[in-house]
């Protein structure tokens, strides 16, 4: 499976509370899709609930970056994620995804783009999400991109990189 795809971290493990949460640019150039996932473990208490934001840009170094809305999501937020099998569709229609009373619990959240989403029309090709900082509670998270369909394939050594 990883000879059709390529994985990157947007950003590894890092307490959520400490300040606004930047992800790399992703250049889907190479790619059809692409997947962000956001995986967040319970604060010990409070209410702040992470929100995702996602921008397109003409460049990785986020150049002309604008809003991307998300047409397609999913998310697992439970007290124990191992008790929940599917994961509940959502199509929030902007770019940004939040799941109410979501602090407390621990999340798996899905957001879906697809090449064909970007606004290719003024040379946008790079994606990015950032989670706001959420306040003063800890909570422990990370980002991961997942992108699939290359469109040169190959083995996962040569599958090319969506950091350029």
Not at 49 to 61: G, S
Not at 97 to 109: E, F, G, H
Not at 115 to 143: H, I, W
């Amino acid at each position: 499976m990883l000879d059709q795809m390529q994985i990157a971290a947007g950003f590894v493990p890092v307490n959520l509370a400490t300040g606004a949460n930047n992800s790399d640019w992703m250049n889907l150039k190479s790619y059809a899709r692409m997947l962000i996932v956001f995986f967040k473990s319970a604060a010990a208490s409070g209410t702040e609930d992470p929100t995702v934001t996602v921008l397109q840009a003409t460049d990785v170094a986020g150049t002309g970056s604008k809003a991307l809305n998300i047409a397609r999501s999913w998310t697992k937020t439970d007290a124990d994620l191992t008790t929940i099998g599917q994961f509940t569709a959502g199509a929030p229609s902007t770019n940004t995804l939040t799941v109410a009373a979501s602090a407390q619990k621990a999340a798996i959240w899905v957001i879906e783009v697809l090449a064909s989403d970007l606004d290719k029309a003024n040379g946008f090709t790079c994606v990015r999400a950032n989670v706001a900082d959420v306040g003063t509670v800890e909570q422990l998270g990370c980002l991961l991109y997942v992108l699939g369909e290359a469109r040169q394939s190959d083995t996962p050594v040569l599958n090319p990189s969506a950091l350029v």
